[in-house]
């Protein structure tokens, strides 16, 4: 087979995928661990602090490998972050249906300050509030943060910094923890 080259350059830049850093700028995160299988483990969504587990930063015998925080996919927790950096994950083949899902014990990176694309649950202003659906850790789009509604917790500093399209519903949220 003959080696195939690429021919044809494009004149915009590409955005827009899901658990990526959107603008460059202060940036905040910090090592989770999935305490359990879920389908829902997946980069762009919101992960909770589960209950009994350590501070994310206490050391595991040595300050090169502080230990990682346990968190769950949604949940009533604390706030852990919204998962980053799928390009990381990319060689251990965590593909599912076409999704990439993480296994129980997988240590990844969940942001608490910085802006990330993340699929909204509809259309989308800049300034609008954000919550995540407590059951799969998706991103809610929330019209009155008095009243997130059944189901939704609302994220504290969370707001729509840019959404791209109908089309596709992607958004970028910015968190300023």
């Known amino acids: 087979m003959a080696n ?8 915009t830049i590409a955005a827009g995928v899901l658990g990526e850093l959107a603008f460059s700028g202060p940036t905040r995160a910090q090592p989770v661990r999935f305490s359990a299988d879920n389908a829902n483990n997946q980069v ?13 930063f206490e050391l595991g015998g040595d300050i090169a490998n502080p230990k990682a925080l346990d968190v769950a996919v949604g949940g009533t927790g604390a706030f852990a972050g919204i998962i980053v950096n799928p390009k990381s994950h990319v060689l251990y083949n ?3 249906n076409g999704q990439m899902v993480f296994p129980k014990g ?4 969940a942001l608490t300050m910085g802006s990330v694309w993340c699929e909204c649950d509809g259309e989308a202003n800049p300034g609008d509030a954000v919550g995540y659906n407590t059951t ?6 929330v019209p009155d ?3 997130p509604g059944a189901g939704v917790a609302l994220i504290d500093n969370a707001e729509v910094e ?3 399209s109908a089309a596709d519903n992607l958004g970028v949220i910015k968190l300023t923890r």
Do not use: C, L, M
Request: charged share 10%.
């Open 4 to 11: 195939v080259f690429q021919g044809v350059v494009g004149v």
């Open 136 to 141: 799969t850790g998706a991103i809610v789009i």
């Open 106 to 109: 997988t240590i990844a990176e």
């Open 44 to 56: 762009a969504r919101v992960v909770t602090i589960v209950d009994g587990a350590t501070a994310s």
């Open 145 to 147: 943060p008095e009243t």
């Open 162 to 164: 840019y959404y791209k």
């Open 94 to 96: 965590y593909f599912q």
